[in-house]
C-alpha cells in the first residue's frame, strides 16, 4: 500500500532552478529518511540528497551549495539552482521507511521524473 510520487523535473537551460517533489503515501508507521538519486545514461544510480528524521543532511559534493533538501512529514523536496547540464538525468526520491504491513524498515522508490540541463 506504501507509495511514492516524484514529480517537478522537466527541462531548463544551465543556470536554471528546479523544484523536485515526493509524497510517501499509505500505511506507514514511521520514515526513518528520505532523499534524491539520480541516475544518467551509461551512469549509476547516485545519492544526491538525503535527510534524516531529526533533520541531518547530506549531499554528493558534485551538488553541495546549489541544492538543498527539506521535508515537511511525509513529503520532501528538492531545490536545485544553478542547474548544469552535468545535472542531467532521471532523478528518484527514496524513503527508508517501516509499513504497517510489514512492521519492519524498508527501501520505497518513487517512479523517476526527468530532469534535462542544456547548455
Known amino acids: 500500500q506504501v507509495q511514492l510520487v516524484d514529480s517537478g523535473g522537466g527541462l531548463v537551460q544551465a543556470g536554471g532552478s528546479l523544484r523536485l517533489s515526493c509524497t510517501a503515501s499509505?500505511?506507514?508507521?514511521?520514515?526513518?529518511?528520505m532523499g534524491w538519486y539520480r541516475q544518467a545514461p551509461g551512469k549509476q544510480r547516485e545519492l544526491v540528497a538525503g535527510?534524516?528524521?531529526?533533520?541531518d543532511t547530506r549531499y554528493a559534493e558534485s551538488v553541495k551549495g546549489r541544492f538543498t533538501i527539506s521535508r515537511d512529514r511525509n513529503t520532501v523536496s528538492l531545490q536545485m539552482n544553478s542547474l548544469e547540464p552535468e545535472d542531467t538525468a532521471v532523478y528518484y526520491c527514496n524513503a527508508n521507511l517501516m509499513s504497517v504491513a510489514t512492521t519492519r524498515w524498508g527501501d520505497y522508490w518513487g517512479q523517476g521524473t526527468q530532469v534535462t540541463v542544456s547548455s
Open positions: 535527510i534524516s528524521s531529526g533533520g
Open positions: 499509505g500505511s506507514i508507521i514511521s520514515i526513518l529518511a
